[in-house]
């Protein structure tokens, strides 16, 4: 059974910073890509930040040289480094998998965490 669950979420002011990871089960973690998605309130999911299978990351404009995607392929687990929050960070941030190549359409993902709240101040 396939399984992502996120955590690391949270409050913090503007300027701060967060980890959040995502912890894979149930399925070959090396053969499959992963991408951060996040839904901001009101509005709809976008994707935030991808790391293919083959070691290929980008990030979304508005998070470049803020954010950074990591894979540990030994743990199954997933990472963004969040630093230099904005209040237009604050989102419902999810986890994402899809065998094979990377994508940055959400519509490609068969597989998804439950998601984890991510609120910024200013």
């Known amino acids: 059974q396939v399984r992502l669950v996120e955590s690391g979420g949270g409050s913090v002011q503007a300027g701060g910073s967060l980890r959040l990871s995502c912890a894979a089960s149930g399925f070959t973690y090396s053969d499959y890509s992963l991408a951060w998605f996040r839904r901001p309130p009101g509005q709809a999911r976008e994707w935030v930040a991808v790391?293919?299978?083959?070691?290929?990351?980008g990030y979304t404009e508005s998070v470049k040289g803020r954010f950074t995607i990591t894979r540990d392929n030994a743990k199954n687990t997933l990472y963004l480094q969040m630093s230099s929050l904005k209040p237009e960070d604050t989102a419902m941030y999810y986890c994402?998998?899809?065998?094979?190549?990377?994508?940055?359409?959400?519509?490609?993902?068969?597989?998804w965490g439950p998601g984890t709240q991510v609120t910024v101040s200013s």
């Open positions: 790391a293919s299978k083959w070691g290929y990351s």
């Open positions: 994402a998998a899809r065998r094979g190549t990377y994508d940055f359409r959400d519509s490609q993902y068969n597989y």
